[in-house]
């Protein structure tokens, strides 16, 4: 604590790196940090692909209007807050009044309400599962659009050499729309530090914390919370820093694979 | 532009006709209209849960025998809703600050996507590198913390509104549909006319963007009304916080209710769970009423974006 928002930058000490040794060392940081990179990336491997299977299926529908509704109600879970999401989760999922537990009771399938989000495995699996559902439906536009660019030309050509529906998804759709899921991968790459405060801080309860201590958590707490402002900072910093190199390396990456990138 | 992005579409549309002469209905097509319909009730069906609750009367909750249907149907809790009058004016406060933060939000934009989007102006590379900086790097929370506060921003109407109403992924799609659908050739014919670069800008390029200022301004607003975290790290007073807050502290409270106290039958009758289905449904209500008109205009924003971003 040696920078003193009152005194501004000249007035106080300089330290060089005695903060983020400082940090470093510390438990709690180690802890947040460990857990941001779990669950972000337990995020990208069960979120990023759900947009791209939805899309496929989108595209295949034959009816255009079951196809606008269903798109109508998909992109919904993007418009809400997770002040929203948040409680009607907890409206739903609470282990004794709610529905779903009820609804499981009820069916003689369990006989204790499942404590799904106020025990910290289950609680991971419904914030992971909360979140693919809260963005699934939004993600397929850009992918829907990338479709839409692909010739239509080469499914003819495919069907005239007999290939099926799935011969045609593999072979022509994913290809066609290889260089939108490289670009959208570098971009969630480099949010693999980040986390939404938001939607740590709705879901948050003492039984869970070992798992929802994550940076923001521990930015928000330690900064405004404790008032350590040099600590808090430096994380800040440190998730800033090492995003944007993520972003650069994956970007460099997919260039030398032949791709697009990003930058 | 739009001719052929219309051809591209009827192309669609074409051979999609053409797939429907080649395969008839398959077993494929209804497992993957399952699966649709079966994500879809994941977004609805909550809602109506809610929407039931909120109607039903407090016995009936208990007894937990709301599903999907009111039982005892009552409008007791927006009634005491109404007459507590805490939400509706944080409604009214939230609308407030929503509609200043965006129209200050579009007039930044504006200001910071028209001069780059002319490759005359000088240092243009430098200055779209320094406004697009924020998108890719942040300094954090405590230095935006230190900043408002050393502004006299802390628990004012203000900090809500200022601090974000620029924002470089807005700008960049502004400055996308600047580039690339307003032609050269019009503004040079105004400048010969003797019209002054404000005057270019508000009477011919406005005009002819009013689409994408209305995606850009529904982002915005959108932004603002759903986000609440920043009521939490810089306002004290209640009077100032809007209503996504409010609805964090009554579910914050229910959990930490029902955390502390170990019996859930205490819980259950210690957290009124319709008051709460009821306020969920006040603050959800308007955004699904006007979402299903202005979904495209967001699809749109997303297109343009994803041109380059």
Partial sequence: MDYKPAKGYDGSKWVGWATFAKVFKDADFIRSLRNSLVFNIMDLLVGFPMPIILALILNELRYPRFKKVTQTILYLPHFLSWAIIGSVAYQMFKPSTGMINIVLQNLGLIETGIPFLTEKYHWAVTYLLIGVWQGMGWGTIIYLAAITGISGELYEAAMIDGAGRWKRMWYITLPGIKGTVVTLLIMNLGRIMGSNFERLDIFGNTQVREFQYQLAIYIYEKGLGNAQFSMSTAVGLFQSLVGLILVLLADRVAKALGEDGLL | ?309
């Avoid at chain 2, 001719?3 to 797939?19: C, I, M, P, Y």
């Avoid at chain 2, 921003?153 to 620029?166: E, F």
């Avoid at chain 2, 270019?200 to 932004?223: D, E, Q, R």
């Avoid at chain 2, 502390?260 to 819980?267: D, K, R, V």
Wanted: aromatic share 12%.
């Fill in chain 2, 1 to 309: 532009m739009a001719k052929k992005k219309d051809e591209v579409v009827r192309g669609a549309e074409v051979s999609s006709d053409g797939n429907r002469a080649i395969n008839k209905f398959r077993f494929g097509d209804a497992v993957m209209m399952l699966v649709l319909v079966i994500l879809c009730l994941t977004c609805v069906l909550p809602f109506v849960h809610l929407a039931a609750k909120s109607i039903s009367s407090n016995s009936a909750v208990l007894a937990k025998s709301v599903f999907l249907w009111p039982k005892d149907v009552t409008l007791d809790a927006y009634t005491s809703l109404f007459k507590d009058g805490s939400m509706v004016y944080s409604m009214g406060y939230s609308v407030v600050v929503t509609a200043i933060f965006t129209l200050l939000g579009m007039i930044a934009c504006t200001c910071a996507a028209y001069p780059l989007s002319k490759k005359r102006l000088k240092g243009r590379t430098f200055f779209t590198f320094l406004l697009m900086f924020p998108m890719y790097f942040s300094a954090g929370l405590i230095p935006s913390y230190l900043l408002v506060k050393s502004l006299h921003l802390l628990d004012t109407m203000w900090v809500l509104i200022l601090p974000l109403i620029y924002s470089p992924y807005n700008m960049l799609i502004m400055k996308t549909f600047f580039q690339s659908s307003i032609p050269d050739s019009l503004e040079e014919s105004a400048f010969l006319d003797g019209a002054t670069n404000i005057q270019i800008l508000t009477k011919i390029v406005i005009p002819l963007s009013k689409p994408i200022m209305a995606t850009l301004s529904l982002f915005y607003a959108v932004g603002r009304w759903n986000a609440y975290a920043d009521n939490k790290y810089y306002i004290k007073t209640d009077t100032l916080k809007m209503v996504q807050y409010k609805l964090y502290q009554m579910v914050a409270s229910a959990t930490e209710a029902q955390t502390t106290t170990l019996s859930e039958a205490a819980a259950v009758t210690s957290t009124p769970e319709v008051l709460q289905a009821a306020s969920v449904m006040f603050v959800t209500i308007p955004i699904i009423c006007i979402y299903p008109f202005l979904q495209k205009y967001f699809v749109k924003g997303v297109m343009v974006g994803a041109v380059k971003g």
